[in-house]
Every structure is written in structure tokens, then in C-alpha cells.
């Protein structure tokens, strides 16, 4: 192994999977940027007064300097100290999880300077939108009509359109589930829709959405595949914000959309303990590997609790395998997901893992011994997995305060759910 490889090697391998306190279970498959100016805000829909942004539950400073990145318990912060340039850089980190929001402040640059997030893919189907053929109309060619409703602003996409056919759909906030998570606008309710439209520009597909629901399209910023052209285009939608991510494909010549956001937040929380770099603008409050690059992987539907599939795991391990291979980047993957509907020496979750890594020996893939612990052998699919690194899980000392003063524990102490035996 590599000198650029430990920290995300080992440590993530203790301080991710142990992350899946409480991950989603797996149910089996079924058959079958351009350079972009810094995500803008957009107005929200009309509406009374929206709920303000959330905020932290502990302000982000008072969180660093009371340990709540608790990288003393695998000592992380020592050999940080020690190599302070072994600290995750030329390595790519793939999280297969609910998302990863790269508006999130820690989540921007690395330790570096360069891109934290390299790319961001939807494999759990979410957000894919519905799209079919439409035609601007009106008289003067500016309105185009979308799931029965006419917008204006058609003159707008059409300076970027080069084909002839455009088309439409749209992305409906009530299939998302209940809010606060589907109310993708933070205007309190989970009722909108917003329309779609996409055409092929020079530069190759892109996607204008109603974001601010005004009935324009005149107002709104073209949206890029988020890998083209490096330049991990992104819009911000709503008063939250949240940010949204597209992920263009063709399927005999029309366009697949899929749009990428992060409802769950788990996702988000394993990429920052990865690989954060000043979270939240704090300086020094960094993850393990605060020098790596990540990949987005999108396994999970979070519209129905988080809730992945076998094939969604496995197109995504795949798509990061050749990306980095494309790099020539040394790749860690963490799942921090369990599946509880196999059995044991015959789990069709850990023959994948297994076969993934015997055709990827340099892959390094960290996974969480589970939660339902502490009985023996309760380790859980696909932690036992052959070729896997497996994690339980550790309460450090910063978690285990007393009613009273604030005292801490020097050390952590494993948790009660913690599986045990194989």
C-alpha cells in the first residue's frame, strides 16, 4: 500500500462504517458543467412567510473545539500531526449513501485546493424525470407548455437549443414523501411542481427548471450534466437551500434526466467525517482524510426511507471503479448500508462485494459491522464479506458528557449496538 493511501485506508474504515448507526437495509433488486458561477439562491414560490434555513444543532465552532469530530479515538489526529501530507491526498473516495449536497461549507475544496467533489450520480432512480416531445408556440414563439400548464421564457432556451425537439417534464414534490425533507423549496408544504425542459445545446444537454415557480423559464440558469466539462454545475433551489445536480444519458438519442439532491442528510455526515476540509468555515474542523477527493454515489431513495437495492449498489460501486481507473486515482468505497433480508453463507450482498473486489484488488472497501449488536454473532450483510474492511462502532468521549458540568471522557468506550463474532 501506498504512503498516500492510510488514512482513508484505515481510519474511514473505523470512523465511516461506524457511521451507520442507522442505515437503511437493502431489499433485493427487482428484475429487470460547464464553469459556473457559485450557486445563487433563488426566491421561493409565494407563500406565507417559509420556515428559516436550519441551522447546526451545535454552532459549527463550539462543535470543533468540544471534539465533536472525534478523531482522537482512532488516532487520527496523531498521525495527522505526525504526516500532515498523508492526509488523504491523490485518493479518490467514492460514498455510496442517501447523496452528498456540495453546497455544503467543508465540502468545496481540499486541503490542497482542488475540488473536493469530482462527480455526483443518482443510481437510486429518485429523481429521474419523465420526459417527452414539446414545441414552443405562442405568437411570438416564447411559450411553451409543460404537463398542461403554458410558461413563458421559450425564446431563452431556444438561443441554446441547436435540435429541433425539445422536451418537458416535471419534478413533483408529493412522490418525495412528507416534508420537511420533500418540501424541496422550504415553503412548507410538499405540494409543487416544477416543470422541465431540456434541449441539446453546442455543448451537449441541458435542463432549465421553473425554480422559483414564477412561470418563466426567462429567469433561470441552463443546468449541465454535472461532470461535463469539469465545471460541477449546481443550482440552488429554494429557501433552504437545497441544491440540485443533473445527470444526463440517451437512450437512442433522447435524453434520460435524473436530478441529484440530498434529502436524508446521511450521506452528507459520512462525506464531512470522510473528508471535510474547514467544515463549515471553521478553520482546522476536517474529517479524516481532509486531502481527498470525493465521489457522490447516490444509492439510497430517500423518498421511502432511505431504502437502496442490489443493483443500485452495484451499478455504483462499477461507476466508480472506472472513474478512477480513468484517473488513475487509488479508490476507497464506504457503504455504510446493512441488508437483513439474507442468509447467511448464501448473501447475494457479499458475493457482489467479493466479486467487485477480486476484479478490483486496489479497491479499498469499508463497510459497517451493523446495529444489532451486542449478542455474537450479529454482524451483518455485507460486512462479512470476505475482502471487505469491517467497522463497528465507537461512543467517543466527547458524546458521553455528564448532566452536570461539562466533563468529558479522555477516551471512548464501544457501543452497546456494536455486532460481535462472524
Known sequence: MNQRRPIPSVAIAFLLAACAGGPPSAQRPTPKVRAAPAPAGVAGTPAPAPPAAPEPSTPPAEAFLEGLMPLSGTGVDRFQTDHPTYDGRGVLIGILDSGVDPGVPGLIVTSTGAPKILDLRD??????????????????????????????????IARLATGTTWYAGVLRE???GKPPAADLNGNGNNTDVFPVVVVRATD???????????????DEQPLHDYREGGGRQTIALGTKPLTLAANFSEDH??????????????????????AGHNLYNVAGFDGVAPGAQLLGLKIANNARGGISVHGSMQRAMEYAARFAAERNLPLVLNMSFGVGNE???RAA?????????????DVVFTLPAGNDGPGLS???????????????????GAFLRETGPRT???????AVFRPRGA
Not at 131 to 154: E, M, R
Not at 204 to 218: C, K, R, T, Y
Open 123 to 156: 443510481f437510486s432512480g429518485e429523481g429521474k424525470i419523465a420526459l417527452s416531445p414539446v414545441t414552443p408556440s405562442g405568437v411570438s414563439g416564447d411559450t411553451v407548455t409543460v404537463a398542461g400548464k403554458p410558461l413563458g421564457g421559450a425564446r431563452r
Open 174 to 176: 408529493l412522490s418525495l
Open 204 to 218: 451537449g444537454w441541458v435542463v432549465f427548471l421553473d425554480s422559483n415557480l414564477d412561470g418563466s423559464f426567462e
Open 253 to 274: 438519442g433522447v435524453p434520460v434526466l435524473d436530478l441529484y439532491f440530498e434529502t436524508l442528510g446521511h450521506g452528507t455526515h459520512v462525506a464531512g467525517i470522510a
Open 343 to 345: 442468509f447467511e453463507g
Open 349 to 361: 450482498i457479499d458475493s457482489i462485494v467479493n466479486t467487485f473486489l477480486r476484479a478490483h484488488p
Open 378 to 396: 450479529t454482524i451483518g450483510f455485507p460486512a462479512s464479506a470476505d475482502l471487505a474492511l469491517t467497522a463497528g462502532a465507537l461512543l467517543p
Open 408 to 414: 468529558q471522557l479522555s477516551t471512548g468506550i464501544l
